[in-house]
């Protein structure tokens, strides 16, 4: 003759708790993974703060707003420039551009504006590079329109495109500086005082 099997409160609720943690946690395992190609928010900030250091209050603030509007960087430049301009202006700047799969790489930029401009500054610079195909795409004219308005210190963001790569600056620097102007980045492998 069978037995009747007998559970206590205890065992039964123990149970209970095992079988609705078990889709829960099965859940968790199953999370989609982070891509790995492109850089978060974290890091950005993380690696922004150490380059810009004390000069950073608004740079989570302008990352956050960046990935929000263009998604997450697969490329970023850590640099300093320096502009001027009155109607016509030229900046010039220099540092790494810095990618998961080929590490970090020396580069310039420079190139000529015209606009409504006057004014001169210097920059710490954080570029985020959006839909980089390989490091060589890098090396091309983009094309934006930036505006300015600060003096004695500052902080702006703008995005320059071209075949379908998007490099959006994140400046904040000294000077005084005020307009919009129309220009376009010239990125090179060398240094050049050519700004064509």
């Known amino acids: 003759m069978m037995r009747p099997?007998?559970?206590s409160r205890r065992d039964a609720l123990?149970?209970?708790?095992?079988?609705?943690?078990?889709p829960a946690s099965a859940l968790a395992g199953q999370a989609a993974?982070?891509?790995?190609?492109?850089?978060?928010?974290n890091e950005l900030v993380d690696n922004g703060h150490r380059f810009f250091g004390s000069l950073s209050r608004g740079l989570a603030e302008a990352i956050q707003s960046a990935t929000k509007r263009w998604g997450h960087p697969n490329a970023y430049i850590l640099g300093q420039e320096a502009g001027g301009a009155f109607v016509g202006g030229l900046?010039?700047?220099?540092?790494?551009?810095?990618?998961?799969?080929?590490?970090?790489?020396?580069?310039?930029?420079q190139g000529p504006s015209l606009g409504f401009d006057a004014g001169a500054d210097g920059d710490r610079t954080m570029m985020l590079?959006?839909?980089?195909?390989?490091?060589?795409?890098?090396?091309?004219?983009f094309v934006g329109i930036d505006g300015s308005a600060y003096l004695?210190?500052?902080?702006?963001?703008?995005?320059l495109g071209a075949n379908g790569v998007t490099v959006v600056p994140i400046r904040t620097g000294?000077?005084?500086r005020l307009g919009v102007n129309l220009g376009y980045l010239k990125f090179t492998r060398d240094s050049t005082w050519n700004p064509f």
């Open 174 to 176: 000294v000077g005084a």
């Open 152 to 159: 004695v210190g500052g902080f702006g963001v703008t995005a």
């Open 33 to 41: 993974p982070q891509d790995r190609s492109v850089y978060s928010d």
């Open 14 to 22: 123990r149970g209970l708790t095992g079988v609705a943690l078990t």
């Open 91 to 109: 900046r010039y700047g220099e540092g790494a551009m810095h990618t998961r799969n080929a590490g970090s790489q020396r580069i310039y930029w």
């Open 5 to 7: 099997y007998t559970i």
């Open 129 to 141: 590079v959006y839909n980089l195909p390989a490091t060589d795409a890098i090396y091309e004219r």
